[in-house]
C-alpha cells in the first residue's frame, strides 16, 4: 500500500513563532494535518499539549492520551495527534478537567483556561455567505463550518454567532454595529478588546475600515481583523490571568 501523499513533519525554524516551541535542539515538529482551519493560523494538538501547555513531555506520551479519547476540540473527542486547533476553539482534557479556549493575544493565539459553563459554547464569525434557494442561505464560518439557515434571518458577512457545541444551535447573533463589543484578530494590535465607534464602508479603492476605542485610544482597522463578541459585554471569557 502506498503512503500518502505531503510530509507529516514540518522544520521547527519554519513553523509559525506563536508555537512556542524550541528550535534549536530538535529539528522536526509535527504540522498540522489538513482541517477546520489553514496550517498557519492554527496549532497541532500534540504541539498544544507538549510545548504550549506542558501537559505531557514526550510526542510518545501525547499520542497516547490523544489516542485514547483523552482530548475533546469544540465538544467532540478527536483521535488525530495533529487535529489543527485554532481561533475560538475550545480544547478539553477530560482526565484533568482543564478547559481551554484559545483566543487572539499578541502572540496570535494563546490559550486561556475557561470556566466549565463555557465549554459547550464557542463564538464564530461568518466569512462568506451564499444562496442555497429563495428560502435559504448558507453561511460559512472562520472555522470551516457552514450552516443553512432561512432567508429570512439575514445576516451579514462579519458577524458572529454565539453557538452551542456540538449541535451548532444558534444563540445569539452579533452584528458589526456602532457600541457593540469587539476583539481584534490580526495586525499589530491583536488581542486587544474595544468598542466600535465609526463603520467607513468600503470603496473602490479602501476596505471597510472600522474605528474603534480600546484603552482609551482610537483605533482604525479593516473590519476583517475585527471580530464582534458582545453588546455591552463580551458572551464568554476572552482574557486568563495576567
Same mark, same amino acid.
Given at each position: 500500500m502506498g503512503k500518502k501523499a505531503g510530509s507529516k513533519i514540518l522544520k521547527r525554524t519554519m513553523s509559525p513563532s506563536f508555537w512556542q516551541i524550541e528550535r534549536k535542539n530538535k529539528r522536526f515538529v509535527t504540522k498540522p494535518s489538513s482541517g477546520s482551519h489553514p496550517s +498557519?493560523?492554527? @496549532?497541532p494538538l500534540t504541539v498544544l499539549l507538549r510545548d504550549i501547555l506542558k501537559l505531557t513531555k514526550t510526542y510518545s506520551e501525547t499520542k497516547i492520551i490523544i489516542r485514547e479519547g483523552q482530548v475533546k476540540v469544540d465538544s467532540r473527542i478527536r483521535k488525530d495527534p /495533529?487535529?489543527?486547533v485554532?481561533?475560538?476553539d475550545v480544547v478539553e482534557i477530560i482526565k484533568t478537567d482543564s478547559i481551554y479556549r484559545l483566543v487572539p493575544s499578541k502572540k496570535f493565539l494563546s490559550p486561556i @483556561? @475557561?470556566?466549565? /459553563?463555557?465549554k459547550d459554547v464557542k463564538l464564530c +464569525? $461568518? $466569512? /462568506? +455567505?451564499?444562496?442555497?434557494d429563495k428560502e435559504t442561505f448558507q453561511y460559512s464560518f472562520h472555522d470551516g463550518r457552514t450552516m443553512n439557515i432561512a432567508s429570512s434571518t439575514n445576516v451579514p458577512v462579519g458577524s458572529t454567532f454565539k453557538i452551542s457545541l456540538p449541535s451548532q %444551535?444558534?444563540? +445569539?447573533i452579533i452584528e458589526i454595529k456602532v457600541n457593540n463589543l469587539?476583539?481584534?484578530? =490580526?495586525?499589530?494590535? %491583536? =488581542?486587544?478588546i474595544g468598542t466600535i465607534k465609526d463603520i467607513k464602508e468600503s470603496s473602490f479603492s479602501r476596505p471597510r475600515m472600522i474605528d474603534i476605542d480600546a484603552d482609551n485610544r482610537a483605533i482604525e482597522v479593516k473590519a476583517d481583523l475585527v471580530m464582534t463578541i458582545g453588546e455591552k459585554t463580551s458572551e464568554l471569557t476572552l482574557k486568563g490571568d495576567e
Amino acid at each position: 500500500m502506498g503512503k500518502k501523499a505531503g510530509s507529516k513533519i514540518l522544520k521547527r525554524t519554519m513553523s509559525p513563532s506563536f508555537w512556542q516551541i524550541e528550535r534549536k535542539n530538535k529539528r522536526f515538529v509535527t504540522k498540522p494535518s489538513s482541517g477546520s482551519h489553514p496550517s +498557519k493560523q492554527s @496549532i497541532p494538538l500534540t504541539v498544544l499539549l507538549r510545548d504550549i501547555l506542558k501537559l505531557t513531555k514526550t510526542y510518545s506520551e501525547t499520542k497516547i492520551i490523544i489516542r485514547e479519547g483523552q482530548v475533546k476540540v469544540d465538544s467532540r473527542i478527536r483521535k488525530d495527534p /495533529n487535529y489543527p486547533v485554532g481561533l475560538m476553539d475550545v480544547v478539553e482534557i477530560i482526565k484533568t478537567d482543564s478547559i481551554y479556549r484559545l483566543v487572539p493575544s499578541k502572540k496570535f493565539l494563546s490559550p486561556i @483556561i @475557561i470556566p466549565d /459553563n463555557e465549554k459547550d459554547v464557542k463564538l464564530c +464569525k $461568518v $466569512v /462568506n +455567505k451564499s444562496s442555497v434557494d429563495k428560502e435559504t442561505f448558507q453561511y460559512s464560518f472562520h472555522d470551516g463550518r457552514t450552516m443553512n439557515i432561512a432567508s429570512s434571518t439575514n445576516v451579514p458577512v462579519g458577524s458572529t454567532f454565539k453557538i452551542s457545541l456540538p449541535s451548532q %444551535k444558534v444563540e +445569539k447573533i452579533i452584528e458589526i454595529k456602532v457600541n457593540n463589543l469587539v476583539v481584534l484578530t =490580526g495586525g499589530q494590535n %491583536k =488581542g486587544l478588546i474595544g468598542t466600535i465607534k465609526d463603520i467607513k464602508e468600503s470603496s473602490f479603492s479602501r476596505p471597510r475600515m472600522i474605528d474603534i476605542d480600546a484603552d482609551n485610544r482610537a483605533i482604525e482597522v479593516k473590519a476583517d481583523l475585527v471580530m464582534t463578541i458582545g453588546e455591552k459585554t463580551s458572551e464568554l471569557t476572552l482574557k486568563g490571568d495576567e
